[in-house]
């Protein structure tokens, strides 16, 4: 009851007119950040630090949190209609929401996303407004070891995840394990595989990456055909969900929002990493995996749903305990700690006008996305009605200046340009582009968890099944493993069973 | 043909223009408060090398609010965040514009360390020194329900079980990797010191009782402390903090170790940068130093700010360089000995 009431003040202060304008004002700048690649929601937010100043600390942090989520829409966008990630969390609905495209369904990629994303984060808001207290303590529960277990999860489905041979995906996750390991040791702090290149020493940023072998080859793809060819001629009441869609939906909704929501919570993931495994589970439950890949859109639904949840979820340590679970979510404290509030432990009960206020505009915030978005799916979709001849320089334009956003500097560019021509040659190959991908996300925080366990236990991998969170992460780890060779070999007993029968029959005639 | 400038009288664009022409011969000789006044003209860049939020960057900002708003500077103040490198990116980005004088770079920590650790060209000696106007304390502290009630007792249990009281800390090489180093020096004990992906990972990791100890700032402990999540064993300062919530933290030097670290940002020029913008700089930020919101703003965050002016930060940055080259080389993490 209390968190009821402590509710309905914070809509009093979220629904005063100047908070609700800057609610407006910061899920539409989110949507376009969001949809523009290279700026992700935490650079946009960082450039929006100044505006802030003036204003009230709730109206602040309000607009703010407002383009963090809103960049979880946005991102959507340019992933579904051009195949370039708007934002790292987005890349996912890059493989899928594209594949989706082509076939003319890109009104029901992005309207599956939209409501995907609106249900999880009503939900996870839901979650943040009631149980922050307890949901703190079970982020807590996570440290290295189930970091690694769960990055190893991920990085074990990489075989299932491409759609063709499994010794193709596994080239492909190879390459991004070893795009991985270019930058500084997480422990040791000495440079590995830079060649004394200043700009590799913090690594191979994710973004390059992803911009690269997907937006840039694609566009390298493109030019070998013939012009105007892949003009896609849809008629706009045909861009709808459809009862089918919906019911194909509403189950990967829900698992990837709850697989998002726990993800964001733990201080070291981030809604990439939920994305990543919303969509991975999503595979492994759903009934037709061999879509995946090709166009599914439940597998697009459960990554938007994951990564709209991750970033609410994230805000549960924000709140709670004054550390930030994301690299947004680090600039909301800076804001803060420039609105001159110290954040921590006390600040759910010394602020509380603050934190019900920001809780309740995130609930009209994602009202307001919905209404942006869903009418206007099939608007944006059409998009896509202009050729492919006409589209490409834009998108290359686009990429690029994405790329120099990052960090503001030329060599990011050289190396999108130079991952397109590996996604170039990966698909001359038929290499599936997104184990690489998931491997150059998961990598690191399976490198380094696995270090920083094993420093933590003093050598002994008994730290893997020791903690009870941990040892339910080993089982499953175990079982994704386990799985698919016992019905392999189930299927192989069944078959020669059925062979010796067929040779039975055969030799009584 | 000069096109006079709105928002500067025109005979100081032109007293500019002349002594950027006579730049390096006259400046040497003339006495450069005569032109105390000549400020860059446009929008000026303050160039960081963390990502948005993180300290130096908040520091900054806070700092160009207050410098605007004051109009102490009316120049727009633009914080710049140019990650990558461990700082080297940013570094690099201002060395290379020589003589700019629209442009500065924040000095942290890692402008020291990473030529040190990654054996690269210093850069502190090369830029050119403006001033270190903030300074920060930090505390070391333990999980609440430790039997450890002070350094002493700290030592003892690190040596009875050695390599094996656990540390949480940001990477390799940061600010809390070293002060395990002088904990470790100062009690002649080894630590098991466990890097994490920054500040924040360490203190989940240290919220979740996976650690032991670990290094915070006041700002950052004080509500963990208050609301019972960590237990203050020492202030790493030369003396007791004024503050009233820190005044009854014992040193690490009154327990009997001699473990005193802090940390300090400020500013600096790209090379030879012409002795009028350092004196505009150091104008600039003798007002920052003086104002009450500035000040006040600090001490909320247990910050404190003195200003170490131009004519003194040469010798102040040789010895904090020298202070870490030999600390990094104590935990094995300078690549090179970085004496030129």
Same mark, same amino acid.
Not at chain 2, 192 to 219: K, R
């Given at each position: 009851?209390?968190?009821?009431?402590?509710?309905?003040?914070?809509?009093?202060?979220?629904?005063?007119?100047?908070?609700?304008?800057?609610?407006?004002?910061?899920?539409?700048?989110?949507?376009?950040?969001?949809?523009?690649?290279?700026?992700?929601?935490?650079?946009?937010?960082?450039?929006?630090?100044?505006?802030?100043?003036?204003?009230?600390?709730?109206?602040?942090?309000?607009?703010?949190?407002?383009?963090?989520?809103?960049?979880?829409?946005?991102?959507?966008?340019?992933?579904?209609?051009?195949?370039?990630?708007?934002?790292?969390?987005?890349?996912?609905?890059?493989?899928?929401?594209?594949?989706?495209?082509?076939?003319?369904?890109?009104?029901?990629?992005?309207?599956?996303?939209?409501?995907?994303?609106?249900?999880?984060?009503?939900?996870?808001?839901?979650?943040?407004?009631?149980?922050?207290?307890?949901?703190?303590?079970?982020?807590?529960?996570?440290?290295?070891?189930?970091?690694?277990?769960?990055?190893?999860?991920?990085?074990?489905?990489?075989?299932?995840?491409?759609?063709?041979?499994?010794?193709?995906?596994?080239?492909?996750?190879?390459?991004?394990?070893?795009?991985?390991?270019?930058?500084?040791?997480?422990?040791?702090?000495?440079?590995?595989?830079?060649?004394?290149?200043?700009?590799?020493?913090?690594?191979?940023?994710?973004?390059?990456?992803?911009?690269?072998?997907?937006?840039?080859?694609?566009?390298?793809?493109?030019?070998?055909?013939?012009?105007?060819?892949?003009?896609?001629?849809?008629?706009?009441?045909?861009?709808?969900?459809?009862?089918?869609?919906?019911?194909?939906?509403?189950?990967?909704?829900?698992?990837?929002?709850?697989?998002?929501?726990?993800?964001?919570?733990?201080?070291?993931?981030?809604?990439?990493?939920?994305?990543?495994?919303?969509?991975?589970?999503?595979?492994?439950?759903?009934?037709?995996?061999?879509?995946?890949?090709?166009?599914?859109?439940?597998?697009?639904?459960?990554?938007?749903?994951?990564?709209?949840?991750?970033?609410?979820?994230?805000?549960?340590? @924000? /709140?709670?305990? #004054?550390? %930030?679970?994301?690299?947004?979510?680090?600039? =909301?404290? &800076?804001? $803060?700690? *420039? !609105?001159?509030?110290?954040?921590?432990?006390?600040?759910?009960?010394?602020?509380?006008?603050?934190?019900?206020?920001?809780?309740?505009?995130?609930?009209?915030?994602?009202?307001?996305?919905?209404?942006?978005?869903?009418?206007?799916?099939?608007?944006?979709?059409?998009?896509?009605?202009?050729?492919?001849?006409?589209?490409?320089?834009?998108?290359?334009?686009?990429?690029?200046?994405?790329?120099?956003?990052?960090?503001?500097?030329?060599?990011?560019?050289?190396?999108?340009?130079?991952?397109?021509?590996?996604?170039?040659?990966?698909?001359?190959?038929?290499?599936?582009?997104?184990?690489?991908?998931?491997?150059?996300?998961?990598?690191?925080?399976?490198?380094?968890?696995?270090?920083?366990?094993? @420093? /933590?236990?003093? #050598?002994? %991998?008994?730290?893997?099944?020791?903690?009870? =969170?941990? &040892?339910? $992460?080993? *089982? !499953?780890?175990?079982?994704?493993?386990?799985?698919?060779?016992?019905?392999?070999?189930?299927?192989?007993?069944?078959?020669?069973?059925?062979?010796?029968?067929?040779?039975?029959?055969?030799?009584?005639? | 043909?000069?096109?006079?400038?709105?928002?500067?009288?025109?005979?100081?664009?032109?007293?500019?223009?002349?002594?950027?022409?006579?730049?390096?011969?006259?400046?040497?000789?003339?006495?450069?408060?005569?032109?105390?006044?000549?400020?860059?003209?446009?929008?000026?860049?303050?160039?960081?090398?963390?990502?948005?939020?993180?300290?130096?960057?908040?520091?900054?900002?806070?700092?160009?609010?207050?410098?605007?708003?004051?109009?102490?500077?009316?120049?727009?103040?633009?914080?710049?965040?140019?990650?990558?490198?461990?700082?080297?990116?940013?570094?690099?980005?201002?060395?290379?514009?020589?003589?700019?004088?629209?442009?500065?770079?924040?000095?942290?920590?890692?402008?020291?360390?990473?030529?040190?650790?990654?054996?690269?060209?210093?850069?502190?000696?090369?830029?050119?020194?403006?001033?270190?106007?903030?300074?920060?304390?930090?505390?070391?502290?333990?999980?609440?329900?430790?039997?450890?009630?002070?350094?002493?007792?700290?030592?003892?249990?690190?040596?009875?079980?050695?390599?094996?009281?656990?540390?949480?800390?940001?990477?390799?090489?940061?600010?809390?990797?070293?002060?395990?180093?002088?904990?470790?020096?100062?009690?002649?004990?080894?630590?098991?010191?466990?890097?994490?992906?920054?500040?924040?990972?360490?203190?989940?990791?240290?919220?979740?009782?996976?650690?032991?100890?670990?290094?915070?700032?006041?700002?950052?402990?004080?509500?963990?402390?208050?609301?019972?999540?960590?237990?203050?064993?020492?202030?790493?300062?030369?003396?007791?903090?004024?503050?009233?919530?820190?005044?009854?933290?014992?040193?690490?030097?009154?327990?009997?170790?001699?473990?005193?670290?802090?940390?300090?940002?400020?500013?600096?020029?790209?090379?030879?940068?012409?002795?009028?913008?350092?004196?505009?700089?150091?104008?600039?930020?003798?007002?920052?130093?003086?104002?009450?919101?500035?000040?006040?703003?600090?001490?909320?965050?247990?910050?404190?700010?003195?200003?170490?002016?131009?004519?003194?930060?040469?010798?102040?940055?040789?010895?904090?360089?020298?202070?870490?080259?030999?600390?990094?080389?104590?935990?094995?993490?300078?690549?090179?000995?970085?004496?030129?």
């Amino acid at each position: 009851m209390d968190a009821l009431a402590s509710l309905a003040h914070g809509f009093s202060v979220a629904m005063t007119p100047t908070n609700l304008l800057f609610v407006l004002i910061g899920v539409t700048l989110g949507q376009l950040i969001g949809a523009l690649p290279g700026i992700g929601p935490s650079a946009g937010m960082a450039l929006l630090l100044p505006v802030t100043f003036g204003l009230e600390p709730v109206t602040a942090l309000v607009m703010l949190s407002g383009i963090m989520y809103g960049g979880m829409y946005g991102g959507t966008l340019t992933s579904v209609l051009v195949n370039v990630p708007g934002e790292a969390a987005s890349v996912m609905t890059a493989v899928d929401g594209n594949q989706l495209a082509r076939q003319g369904r890109a009104g029901q990629a992005l309207a599956a996303a939209a409501i995907g994303s609106f249900l999880a984060g009503i939900g996870a808001v839901t979650a943040l407004a009631f149980l922050t207290p307890i949901l703190s303590a079970f982020a807590l529960g996570f440290s290295a070891p189930e970091y690694f277990l769960l990055a190893l999860l991920g990085i074990t489905a990489t075989a299932s995840l491409g759609t063709g041979s499994a010794v193709k995906a596994m080239i492909g996750a190879t390459l991004g394990l070893m795009i991985a390991l270019v930058g500084t040791d997480p422990i040791q702090g000495t440079s590995r595989l830079t060649f004394g290149s200043l700009e590799l020493l913090e690594g191979i940023d994710f973004l390059p990456v992803a911009i690269g072998v997907f937006g840039i080859a694609e566009i390298l793809v493109s030019m070998e055909q013939t012009q105007a060819s892949r003009a896609v001629r849809t008629r706009l009441r045909d861009m709808w969900l459809t009862g089918k869609d919906w019911a194909e939906c509403r189950m990967a909704m829900l698992r990837g929002g709850l697989v998002g929501f726990v993800i964001g919570l733990m201080p070291g993931a981030g809604p990439t990493v939920a994305a990543l495994l919303a969509y991975i589970v999503e595979k492994k439950v759903s009934p037709h995996p061999e879509k995946f890949g090709h166009g599914a859109l439940d597998g697009v639904a459960a990554a938007e749903s994951a990564n709209n949840s991750a970033a609410h979820g994230a805000m549960v340590p @924000m /709140l709670a305990l #004054g550390i %930030p679970g994301s690299a947004s979510t680090a600039v =909301l404290l &800076a804001a $803060l700690v *420039l !609105l001159g509030i110290r954040p921590g432990p006390m600040l759910l009960t010394e602020q509380a006008d603050l934190v019900w206020g920001l809780i309740a505009s995130m609930f009209v915030g994602n009202v307001i996305l919905l209404v942006m978005n869903l009418p206007l799916a099939p608007l944006f979709a059409s998009v896509l009605r202009i050729p492919y001849s006409y589209l490409a320089p834009g998108i290359l334009v686009v990429s690029l200046v994405g790329a120099y956003a990052i960090s503001l500097s030329l060599f990011n560019v050289g190396l999108t340009l130079f991952f397109g021509m590996v996604g170039y040659l990966m698909i001359r190959a038929d290499i599936p582009r997104a184990p690489l991908v998931l491997a150059v996300v998961l990598a690191p925080l399976m490198e380094s968890s696995l270090r920083q366990s094993l @420093m /933590l236990s003093e #050598g002994s %991998p008994a730290i893997f099944v020791e903690r009870p =969170l941990s &040892a339910v $992460l080993a *089982l !499953l780890v175990v079982g994704s493993l386990a799985l698919p060779l016992f019905n392999f070999l189930l299927a192989r007993r069944a078959a020669r069973r059925a062979g010796v029968e067929e040779a039975l029959s055969h030799s009584s005639d | 043909m000069i096109q006079p400038c709105a928002a500067r009288p025109f005979h100081l664009q032109l007293k500019h223009s002349v002594l950027a022409a006579a730049l390096g011969v006259a400046l040497a000789a003339a006495p450069a408060a005569l032109h105390a006044q000549t400020a860059p003209t446009g929008p000026i860049e303050i160039t960081t090398g963390t990502s948005p939020g993180g300290t130096p960057d908040v520091l900054m900002r806070r700092a160009a609010k207050i410098l605007n708003e004051q109009k102490i500077i009316t120049n727009p103040l633009v914080v710049q965040n140019r990650t990558g490198g461990s700082w080297m990116v940013a570094g690099n980005f201002v060395m290379g514009k020589k003589g700019d004088h629209n442009i500065v770079l924040c000095i942290a920590q890692p402008i020291l360390t990473t030529p040190i650790t990654q054996g690269l060209p210093t850069l502190y000696d090369k830029l050119t020194p403006i001033s270190m106007f903030i300074q920060g304390d930090l505390v070391l502290v333990v999980q609440p329900d430790s039997p450890v009630k002070d350094l002493k007792q700290l030592v003892e249990l690190a040596a009875k079980r050695e390599r094996s009281v656990k540390v949480a800390g940001a990477q390799s090489g940061s600010t809390d990797h070293m002060v395990a180093g002088l904990v470790e020096k100062a009690g002649k004990v080894k630590l098991n010191y466990v890097p994490f992906d920054g500040g924040g990972a360490a203190q989940a990791a240290f919220l979740g009782g996976n650690v032991e100890l670990m290094t915070l700032t006041p700002s950052e402990a004080l509500p963990l402390v208050k609301s019972g999540k960590a237990r203050i064993l020492a202030i790493l300062s030369s003396e007791r903090s004024a503050a009233p919530e820190l005044k009854d933290i014992p040193t690490a030097k009154e327990q009997g170790y001699d473990i005193v670290w802090g940390q300090a940002w400020g500013l600096a020029g790209p090379p030879g940068l012409d002795a009028d913008t350092v004196k505009f700089w150091d104008n600039a930020i003798a007002k920052l130093v003086a104002n009450p919101e500035w000040q006040a703003s600090l001490k909320e965050n247990f910050l404190r700010s003195r200003m170490i002016p131009a004519a003194e930060v040469k010798p102040y940055m040789q010895k904090l360089h020298d202070e870490h080259l030999a600390l990094l080389r104590d935990l094995g993490l300078a690549k090179q000995p970085a004496v030129q």
